[in-house]
């Protein structure tokens, strides 16, 4: 649930790097996502009222915190990946379908 967040670190990277201007209906919008991300990525951290003996210590609070940045951190390269993307498609012609084949190229040769 939290790769929601991608929203609004696209919206502020297109506003950084592309120049773009968002309306008060925008943030509104953004705000509701940034909300409804807290509330996921926060829920781990609320221990439940009963707790089954199956579940005692199997995940550590240090293990839930690195979880959570490295999605963020994915979620903030991802955001800049379509930002980059956008701006080639404005200023240059190029095929989508060429596109999307050297992009699975080379994301096959960096995995």
Known sequence: MMRGIIVFFTA?????FLNRR??????TALSFVVI??????VS???PPKKRDERD?????GNNIIAGV????LAQIF????F????????????????????EGFWGTLIF
Do not use: N, T
Request: aromatic share 16%.
């Open 78 to 81: 991802g955001s800049l990946m």
């Open 36 to 41: 409804g991300v807290a509330i996921v990525g």
């Open 22 to 27: 968002y309306h008060r209906h925008h943030w």
């Open 83 to 102: 930002v980059v993307e956008e701006k080639l498609f404005r200023d240059y012609y190029l095929h989508p379908l060429k596109v999307v084949g050297w």
């Open 44 to 46: 781990p951290f609320i």
């Open 56 to 60: 005692h210590d199997q995940y550590s």
């Open 69 to 72: 940045i490295l999605i963020l």
């Open 12 to 16: 502020i990277a297109s506003m950084i």
